[in-house]
């Protein structure tokens, strides 16, 4: 039998699981992250609470407002960490995700995992995650789920992005 090491992998991404209202990127992750753990890898991701115009995706009681508003394992599924978005209408209006607490959890955990895999562009989630894999010297897949041209609605605004805030993350990605 081949014997594969198991890899300690993150994956970031905007919208995860049940957000079912930003297309298909939450599942794709989820059948991705789900599949590498049942192949031994140790898996956890990272995402953000939107769910929905008028929804987030649940949070336990009593967590706090800021930070990280929920870490669960899926029964034989990776870790999730859920970060809380600074507005709800911030993301489904404008597609941009602003997650409070998610930079530092980045920074203090990106040395732990041998490599990250980050879905979407022209957010901050991809765009924070791909500065501290610089910073920690842990290699990133960058898979944009066709969001990547700039031929929709927006054009400057993801321009700016990629000038400012995204800046390199196309060229620093090692697939």
């Not at 530092?104 to 895999?117: I, P, Q």
Request: hydrophobic share 40%; glycine share 8%; with cysteine.
């Amino acid at each position: 039998m081949n014997s594969v090491r198991s890899l300690r992998l993150l994956h970031v991404t905007p919208f995860y699981g049940e957000a079912w209202a930003y297309g298909g990127i939450p599942r794709a992750v989820a059948a991705l992250a789900r599949a590498q753990t049942r192949r031994g890898h140790q898996v956890t991701v990272a995402t953000t609470d939107a769910c929905s115009a008028a929804s987030r995706l649940p949070v336990a009681a009593g967590d706090p407002v800021r930070g990280p508003r929920r870490a669960t394992r899926e029964p034989q599924g990776p870790e999730v960490r859920v970060f809380g978005n600074l507005s709800n209408r911030l993301v489904h209006r404008l597609q941009f995700p602003v997650p409070v607490g998610l930079r530092s959890f980045l920074r203090e955990e990106m040395g732990r995992f041998d490599v990250a895999h980050l879905h979407a562009v022209h957010n901050l989630p991809t765009a924070l995650a791909a500065h501290a894999c610089l910073r920690a010297g842990v290699p990133y897949v960058l898979q944009t789920h066709g969001t990547a041209p700039l031929i929709e609605r927006r054009r400057l605004a993801k321009w700016a992005f990629d000038h400012t805030a995204g800046r390199g993350v196309f060229e620093n990605a090692a697939r």
